[in-house]
């Protein structure tokens, strides 16, 4: 597999990148968004099947329910920390190939356990947690992409690679329902299981929501696997990575990503609950799908905006964007379960949805900017050789920092969804859990400006 292996690489050089960088560059880049589409497929797959469970005779409690809708999100977010420092160690194209492989254990695992109403809890509490593979998945494949491109063409090429990747959210929550009502893999694929629906019975193949993902899955682990690269200047151990650790705009990076990404896979994860609680009457499900699908398709055009105008500036705006966006949410809610708008709820929460796309590219662009602009200002005047090691460093830190900061993300995941419930028990209503998010927006507004977007920030980008 030695060809696969590219010894010098250079984006920052354009003769290079113009000869041969790009068409290489545009491959990895192509084969890389369907893996990780797939992983965000697999990732919240429960998000459908668990609302289906007790339909087909698994007799869960609600709370049950909802931790197995929630461990997915928890899993993911802590495997991405481990994850964001794999594609050095290992390389892209192998650690590509193997994590997408690794997608078919909890897609065949689901498949088989739902077929038998005797699978105990501890199987489905696994299965969840094995989904939390395609979680993970995110923060090697961004940290990847991150070393092929050129600074000036990093925001759009990792806003593809995140936003079409996004895309699986959406396509899952729209596929599964229409593929379980069909014996798309006949005697295969198992019997069906009968359910009331309408006060007739109807069959239900509630496996499928696993298997349809199988040879998708391997087709793409192939692609991979012969269609990727692995650089040279790309590896680095744990201990060259771990520096990333020292380095403040990390953290900072993280509690921004935290309020988009965050933001974008917990409203996500805990939209279709909230409708049903809020507006009695309206079909969720009908409406769950919108949203992910506007976050993760206007993304691109964040990474794209971001390099026209800069990351900070796009961030920082976004972040306003939110907060009026939530207090549009309170002001459509019902008030004492009484009253409401829901299509004024749906606007601001499509809007909500929209703002977390274009701050997921532009927080993404900003890293690598802040992480090659501190190491050059370091090695300024020091010669060509320098700088070219100073770059090559500058992308490393800069791949950890893209996956580590997309951990912490991650956890909005679990904590919205859980704060929407917190709030319900505790006050009858999500209004405080939602006053909470506009605190730390407002957060979020102040330190983009500080560091990064006002005249003569420390970082500007």
Excluded at 55 to 84: D, E
Excluded at 134 to 158: C, D, E, V
Aim: proline share 5%; net charge positive.
């Amino acid at each position: 597999m030695a060809n696969h292996l590219i010894e010098h690489w250079n984006p920052e050089d354009e003769k290079f990148w113009a000869q041969e960088g790009s068409a290489i560059a545009r491959r990895n880049l192509w084969i890389s968004i369907p893996a990780l589409t797939l992983a965000f497929v697999v990732w919240m797959v429960w998000s459908v099947v668990v609302v289906n469970l007790p339909a087909v005779g698994f007799k869960f409690s609600t709370n049950q329910l909802f931790w197995l809708a929630a461990l997915p999100a928890l899993c993911g977010a802590t495997l991405r920390i481990f994850y964001s420092f794999a594609v050095p160690i290992f390389g892209g194209r192998r650690w590509t190939a193997i994590s997408t492989a690794s997608l078919v254990l909890p897609a065949l695992g689901i498949g088989f356990a739902v077929q038998d109403t005797s699978t105990s809890y501890e199987v489905f509490v696994i299965l969840a947690l094995l989904c939390g593979f395609g979680g993970g998945n995110f923060a090697s494949s961004m940290a990847n992409i991150n070393f092929f491109y050129p600074k000036a063409q990093k925001g759009t090429a990792l806003g593809l690679n995140a936003g079409l990747g996004n895309l699986g959210v959406s396509i899952v929550q729209l596929a599964v329902p229409l593929t379980i009502t069909a014996g798309i893999f006949g005697a295969l694929g198992g019997e069906p299981q009968m359910i009331t629906k309408a006060g007739q019975q109807v069959p239900l193949w509630l496996q499928n929501a696993g298997f349809i993902w199988v040879p998708f899955i391997i087709v793409s682990s192939i692609a991979a696997w012969f269609g990727m690269n692995d650089l040279a200047e790309a590896k680095a151990s744990f201990a060259d990575q771990a520096v990333i650790f020292r380095r403040k705009h990390n953290w900072l990076m993280c509690w921004l990503y935290l309020g988009t990404f965050g933001s974008f896979i917990g409203y996500s994860a805990g939209f279709p609950l909230l409708i049903k609680s809020q507006f009695v009457g309206v079909n969720a499900l009908q409406y769950a799908w919108l949203g992910p699908l506007v976050g993760a398709a206007i993304r691109p055009a964040g990474g794209w905006l971001s390099d026209k105008l800069g990351g900070a500036r796009v961030t920082f705006w976004t972040f306003l964007v939110m907060i009026v966006g939530v207090a549009g949410v309170l002001f459509f809610l019902p008030k004492g379960g009484v009253g409401g708008n829901f299509y004024g709820f749906l606007v601001c929460f499509m809007a909500l949805f929209a703002a977390t796309g274009v701050g997921n590219g532009s927080t993404f662009r900003m890293i690598p900017v802040i992480f090659l602009a501190g190491r050059q200002a370091e090695a300024a005047g020091k010669g060509p050789e320098v700088q070219e090691r100073v770059v090559r460093e500058a992308n490393k830190e800069a791949a950890a920092v893209l996956g580590f900061t997309s951990a912490i993300g991650a956890y909005g995941g679990f904590f919205i969804p859980k704060s929407y419930g917190t709030s319900i028990s505790l006050t009858g209503g999500p209004e405080a859990a939602l006053y909470g998010f506009i605190v730390f927006y407002v957060t979020c507004v102040v330190m983009t400006w500080w560091y990064y977007s006002r005249r003569n920030a420390p970082m500007p980008c």
